[in-house]
């Protein structure tokens, strides 16, 4: 089976524009989440999406936000970007429908810079 | 409120010492404990998932424990490709997966 996938991996943006970052689960998978990591922070869990429906949100401001698609593919775009936001996203998918009770597959992750 | 505490932060160890990773918790209601591997500029690679206290699990050189409070990485004999960060996660019953700092493991050949 292919792997998760994550476009683009790379990405330097501007303060104030906003992105739309893209995520393609393993075949057969439903839950999609997403994480911030950072050196300071590690992973921080941004939301999980499950059939289409965000199911988990995490702390973060309204100006990041997701959706899911019928064929289980997920974006999540951030807008109004601040200096802060530069990370490495990394998408995860898993195979239950139990949310926290099944292991998660990552991506490589999308490296994004903030000037 | 769910938490998960990693220790040491860094571990340096020489090929062939054994040695432990110690991951604390303190969750209402656990679903699952997963052990990742994470190497530079990569996403984490799951390695195993617990359920329940006084279950085992293998693959090589890394074993995984679980007790009602704690779970261990044992790793036997290291080999250097074994350098990289080790990450637990625990999945709670509020439906949400909680990741640790994670241990920064380096083995010198």
């Known amino acids: 089976k292919a792997g998760v996938t994550q476009t683009p991996r790379y990405l330097i943006k501007t303060r104030g524009q906003q992105v739309t970052l893209s995520c393609s689960p393993i075949?057969?998978?439903?839950?999609v989440s997403w994480y911030q990591q950072t050196p300071g922070q590690g992973l921080q869990f941004l939301f999980e999406y499950f059939s289409e429906t965000q199911r988990n949100k995490g702390n973060f401001p309204g100006r990041f936000s997701g959706r899911q698609f019928s064929n289980s593919r997920s974006e999540m775009n951030v807008s109004t970007l601040e200096l802060g936001d530069s990370a490495l996203y990394l998408c995860?998918?898993?195979?239950?429908?139990?949310?926290?009770?099944?292991?998660?597959?990552f991506g490589p992750g999308t490296r994004l810079t903030v000037t | 409120e769910d938490q998960v505490t990693q220790s040491p932060e860094a571990l340096r160890l020489q090929e062939g010492e054994s040695s432990s990773l110690n991951c604390s918790y303190t969750?209402?209601?656990?679903?699952?404990l997963f052990w990742y591997r994470q190497d530079p500029g990569k996403g984490p690679e799951f390695l195993f998932t617990l359920y329940s206290a006084g279950e085992e699990k293998e693959k090589e050189r890394l074993k995984a424990t679980l007790t009602k409070k704690e779970s261990f990485l044992h790793i036997t004999a290291p080999k250097p490709e074994d350098s990289a960060t080790y990450l637990c996660?625990?999945?709670?019953?509020?439906?949400?997966?909680?990741f640790g700092s994670g241990t920064r493991l380096s083995i010198r050949p």
């Open positions: 075949s057969g998978h439903r839950s």
């Open positions: 969750v209402s209601g656990l679903r699952g």
């Open positions: 995860a998918s898993s195979p239950g429908s139990r949310s926290g009770a099944y292991e998660q597959y």
């Open positions: 996660a625990v999945g709670s019953s509020a439906s949400k997966i909680i």
